[in-house]
């Protein structure tokens, strides 16, 4: 059982500790610094009439990366590697371009929502992200092999990552007009 246990905290610090060190891992749970209050100006500026339609700055923007080709790139690329290392390495970057795609997704719903409804989903995918978490240690504890008990763990992370995306994507058809 000690060896177990020793196995669960070495795949969670070399989750931590793999790929590169100044992008944020999607295995990795950081707590956000508590922001700042920001100073009342003395008089404030009237609030947009309720009847328009305030639409986040983004909305504008004519710019969304596609992360569908490298995503199916590197699952080609999965199906012909040898080794469980090589294999691991590669589902590792699938892993992260999936949460890459569920960040953005998820920081552009946020902004067609109002604020309690943003902090309520802010909430909810906390809780999320910790379920997710759940899933993967179930996943790598189902196998004796570590390098294996890994592969099954970014599986999870990633099942769990599109399940979560196909769930923000039914809000957004309640909240966006397109």
């Known amino acids: 059982m000690t060896a177990r246990l020793g196995t669960v905290a070495c795949l969670m610090l070399s989750l931590t500790l793999a790929g590169c060190q100044t992008i944020p891992m999607p295995f990795a749970n950081k707590p956000q610094p508590a922001p700042e209050p920001v100073a009342q100006p003395e008089d404030p500026q009237p609030l947009a009439p309720e009847t ?40 590792s970057s699938i892993a992260y371009l999936w949460d890459a795609q569920l960040y953005l997704l998820f920081q552009d719903t946020l902004g067609y929502l109002p604020e309690e409804a943003q902090r309520h989903e802010v909430e909810l995918q906390n809780r999320w992200l910790d379920q997710r978490a759940e899933a993967m240690t179930r996943a790598f504890l189902n196998d004796e092999d570590g390098e294996v008990a890994r592969f099954a763990a970014g599986q999870a992370f990633i099942r769990e990552t599109q399940k979560r995306i196909q769930e923000l994507e039914q809000l957004r058809k309640l909240i966006v007009v397109q």
């Open 52 to 91: 328009v339609e305030v639409l986040p700055a983004s909305s504008d923007l004519n710019w969304e990366p596609k992360l569908d080709q490298p995503i199916a790139q590197l699952e080609a690329q999965l199906a012909l590697e040898e080794t469980q290392l090589a294999k691991n390495h590669t589902l």
